[in-house]
């Protein structure tokens, strides 16, 4: 699905990512952790075409990536600037579909089915700005899975959220991973979050000339649980081993 071929990438004279390879197969879920500056939210405008290589290749698909890749969609972390304030919520989230040339109706009648997916029915005709920042992201993951991506990038997305809204979308995506069977890439700097959505982890060394320090497997249960699944042995075995390999201690 994914294939990153000694990838290198550079600001200046400062290179972030070196020789970097990595493959992702189709319907994996894949974190990347790695101590702040090491590149992760690079890697992944790398992989979205927004950045380009200094070497080495990116395909999707087989195909080499030169621009933004079709059915690929993104989600930030900063889901307030992400989303167009002077439109409602269910025309931020039909927004994309217009590239597809689908009728205008079409576009709201799948933005709407997106919304109630994500337990945001009764908000379609809100404006972002009337919502919380939970919401918000809800409505931002809701305009990525509306265009059917097959492969999803996520960088960071639960970041600045508070604890509880933060375990629920980790929840979300986890059903929608489930259901969709979609390739995820998704970064974040939390440990414990890495381990309990991801199928896979890899860390990241510091920058500069970040490199994968580890690539763990994660052999829990398809089906987690906030509470059953962060108490389990191998759960925290694994936090533990990711926890070495970011502060340099594997």
């Known amino acids: 699905m994914l294939r990153l071929d000694s990838v290198t990438r550079s600001y200046g004279d400062r290179r972030v990512l070196h020789d970097l390879s990595l493959t992702v197969p189709d319907g994996q879920l894949l974190c990347v952790v790695g101590p702040s500056g090491c590149g992760k939210s690079t890697l992944l405008r790398t992989i979205a075409g927004l950045l380009p290589v200094h070497a080495g290749t990116v395909t999707v ?28 919520v269910r025309d931020n989230v039909a927004l994309p579909l217009r590239r597809q040339g689908l009728r205008r109706a ?48 996520m960088d960071e997305p639960f970041g600045s959220l508070d604890a509880q809204t933060r375990e629920d979308l980790e929840d979300l995506l986890l059903e929608v991973h489930r259901t969709d069977g979609t390739t995820i890439v998704f970064v974040t700097h939390d440990i414990d979050e890495s381990v309990y959505v991801g199928d896979r982890v890899v860390a990241l060394s510091p920058a500069p000339d970040s490199r994968i320090l580890l690539d763990l497997p994660v052999p829990l249960p398809a089906k987690r649980d906030q509470i059953a699944t ?16 970011v502060r340099g201690r594997g």
């Open 106 to 153: 079409d576009r709201r009648a799948r933005a709407e089915a997106l919304l109630d997916r994500v337990g945001l029915a009764a908000a379609a005709r809100s404006h972002p700005w009337q919502l919380s920042g939970g919401m918000q992201q809800r409505v931002a993951i809701a305009r990525a899975l509306v265009v059917r991506p097959s492969l999803l990038l």
């Open 61 to 88: 698909d087989g195909t080499p990536v030169t621009g933004v890749p079709d059915r690929l969609a993104v989600v930030f972390q900063d889901y307030g600037r992400s989303l167009l304030p002077w439109l409602t």
């Open 230 to 245: 962060r108490g389990l042995p191998e759960f925290v075995s694994l936090r533990a081993e990711v926890g070495r390999a």
